[in-house]
């Protein structure tokens, strides 16, 4: 059974459209990630969920959208994609939002044309 | 804010050979300090977690260590192998929110 698992692994559209990335984890963990790694392989922080609560948000634009229906679940919704958004997301969880041992999943290649 | 940066940012080794790869931080207040690796196209997989009060942590092959006052930590990869070619990424955990914040990685190719 995959820990954290994200869908869809690739994701190629057009600028200007909306899209979701899911992500879930059968870890009974309490807090969840999301990163964005750049072309040059540099991961940053956009949001952290403890117990569906939103606790960080960078400065990520207003176009990305978390949502966490439950603590198993943060989903990532992107409104008005640009070309600048293309980019690998990762999802990630965590016991807590202590000091704990960060679990990613494989990641979702999104590509705006 | 805190800063990781990881030195050098590529690396070429003959298989054999024990290796030291480097990770600083500006802020040494940190809560725990995460050395991961990521296959290309792959996740990233969690090899060693250092919390703040540890100085070194080892697994198989692997060890890690941590000085927090002067804002360094290493992995060591002993006996390296074709299979450790990978890039290693280390994950500084730090500031009221805990988030850790990654630096830019250590490119390994192990060649036979």
């Known amino acids: 059974d995959t820990a954290v698992s994200q869908t869809p692994k690739y994701l190629v559209t057009q600028m200007g459209n909306d899209k979701s990335i899911k992500c879930e984890q059968n870890?009974?963990?309490?807090?969840m990630y999301w990163y964005k790694q750049d072309s040059k392989k540099f991961l940053k922080i956009m949001f952290s969920?403890?117990?569906?609560?939103?606790?960080i948000n960078e400065t990520v634009p207003n176009r990305f959208s978390p949502k966490s229906p439950d603590k198993a679940h943060l989903n990532l919704h992107i409104n008005s994609l640009e070309l600048g958004d293309s980019a690998v997301y990762f999802c990630?969880?965590?016991?807590?939002?202590?000091?704990?041992?960060?679990?990613f999943g494989a990641g979702s290649r999104l590509t705006v044309l | 804010k805190q800063e990781v940066t990881q030195i050098p940012a590529a690396l070429s080794v003959p298989e054999g050979e024990n290796l030291v790869l480097n990770c600083s931080f500006t802020?040494?207040?940190?809560?725990?300090l995460q050395w991961f690796r990521q296959d290309p196209g792959k996740g990233l997989t969690s090899l060693l977690l250092?919390?703040?009060?540890?100085r070194e942590q080892t697994s198989g092959r692997l060890n890690a260590s941590l000085d927090k006052s002067s804002g360094r930590s290493t992995l060591y990869i002993a006996a390296s192998q074709p299979g450790d070619s990978a890039t290693y990424l280390c994950?500084?955990?730090?500031?009221?929110?805990?988030?850790?914040?990654f630096g830019r990685g250590t490119s390994l190719i192990v060649h036979p």
């Open positions: 802020d040494s207040a940190i809560y725990n």
């Open positions: 969920y403890n117990n569906k609560e939103l606790i």
């Open positions: 870890l009974g963990h309490d807090t």
């Open positions: 994950a500084v955990g730090s500031g009221g929110s805990y988030i850790p914040t």
């Open positions: 990630a969880s965590s016991q807590n939002s202590g000091a704990n041992v960060l679990t």
């Open positions: 250092i919390q703040s009060s540890q």
